[in-house]
């Protein structure tokens, strides 16, 4: 039988990710060693406090039933989280759960847009932020960012006309993959410049607690006029090491959180309420361990970013998420090449920069996925084969 498929489906092609996983596969099956840098997911374990949340209610037959909607005890943990950590105080109708940022960044733009209307995603930037308006129908428009300018969004070089008819834009600091944070000063401007031409700003907040040196974490969320322009996500995926129960939440502009609320109402059936404990058991919970866990992560940076500098490849310390934005070294311009003749050479594995748009090119990105002594094992390694180049 033949079918015929949606020309969305046939857009999305086999990429540079299966390629490298079926080199991993060969690798490994010819017993070598290999350091896999290329997926972001952390390794820390979840604090006692939250596994044991779930194991009570999951000992429930109650929380086996269809949620249907936030409970008021996650809800509360959610407002006070808030409070305590931004100083934002948020209304039941400004909050409502998603099943991971993924999810709700995939499904968002439902919302808002109608086939055709622009929506301005940031390139580098990670692939969901463009490829979830793009299947909601949308036409996206890129907003370049580079490293000369901090990787921040020149708001006054939008086109006019563009930013006339946008009516998304999706925001995310610190930014997977490029590594850097936001300014308080940034994110005023872009209150004004939604206002000015009344666009949804769709901020990705997802790193909130992974930043580096001691640079302050922000919400946008605590910019005056923030609500009246846009919505944030939060997860707690990265923060309290909890990526596979998908808890993540939307904030902020209530009609806005009304109206996906409806359109989500049409294809989910709520978060489930032993992810819902696992929520309130983290977000009211001892928060000792998010501190410790940025301390590791930034060790295993400075394990990174300083090794590899000290082996001649200057890469730059991140600023903040769980990655590394390192610029190819000399002799590679092309980042699928680099990454696939590195993985074939040292075993390691990383990301290509070309992966995360057009201005991604000449990049690779690494996930702080090991301890800091396996991280010095692989820069060794690295080293070795990249003195044997020159």
């Given amino acids: 039988m033949e079918f015929e498929f949606s020309d969305k489906a ?9 390629i490298l996983n079926d080199k991993k596969n ?6 070598r060693k290999v350091y896999n840098f290329s997926v972001g997911t952390p390794d820390f374990k979840p604090d006692d406090h939250i596994m044991k949340a779930v194991c009570e ?16 005890e ?5 407002i006070a989280w808030y409070r305590r950590r931004y100083n934002v105080e948020l209304s039941t109708e400004e909050i409502m759960s998603v099943a991971g940022t993924q999810e709700g960044m995939g499904h968002i733009a439902l919302t808002m847009c109608n086939e055709g209307d622009i929506v301005l995603a940031p390139n580098p930037g990670y692939p969901i932020f463009e490829t979830g308006p793009y299947l909601n129908g949308a036409r996206i428009e890129y907003y370049n960012l580079y490293k000369e300018n901090g990787y921040l969004p020149k708001l006054e070089q939008i086109d006019e006309d563009i930013a006339a008819r946008a009516k998304m834009m999706v925001v995310s600091y610190p930014l997977n993959p490029v590594c850097v944070c936001a300014p308080r000063s940034f994110y005023e401007q872009l209150v004004e410049f939604a206002r000015k031409y009344n666009i949804l700003i769709v901020n990705d907040n997802a790193y909130s607690e992974i930043i580096y040196d001691g640079r302050e974490s922000l919400s946008f969320l605590e910019i005056p006029g923030a609500k009246e322009v846009g919505v944030e996500f939060n997860s707690l995926s990265k923060s309290y090491n909890v990526t596979g129960m998908r808890i993540s939440y939307l904030l902020g502009n209530a009609e806005v959180i009304n109206k996906y609320k409806t359109i989500r109402s049409q294809y989910d059936y709520g978060m489930s309420y032993i992810a819902q404990k696992a929520a309130v058991a983290a977000l009211n919970g001892p928060q000792d361990s998010v501190a410790v866990n940025r301390e590791r992560y930034q060790e295993r940076r400075d394990a990174l970013c300083g090794g590899l500098r000290s082996i ?10 769980m990655f590394v934005w390192a610029p190819l070294p000399a ?17 390691i594995i990383c990301t290509p920069g070309s992966s995360f748009g057009s201005n991604g090119e000449g990049y690779v990105r690494f996930a702080l996925v090991y301890p800091v002594e396996v991280i010095n094992e692989a820069v060794k390694v690295a080293g070795k084969w990249l003195e044997s180049l020159c």
């Fill in 10 to 18: 046939l857009s999305f092609q086999p990429n540079i990710f299966n």
């Fill in 26 to 31: 060969e690798l490994i099956k010819a017993g």
């Fill in 57 to 72: 209610a999951a000992k429930d037959p109650d929380n086996y039933k269809y949620s249907l909607a936030d409970s008021d």
């Fill in 74 to 78: 996650m809800t509360e943990a959610v």
């Fill in 312 to 321: 001649g490849w200057n890469v730059p310390d991140s600023q903040g998420t």
């Fill in 331 to 347: 002799g590679y311009e092309n980042s699928e090449k680099f990454c696939m003749d590195l993985l074939e050479n040292t075993g």
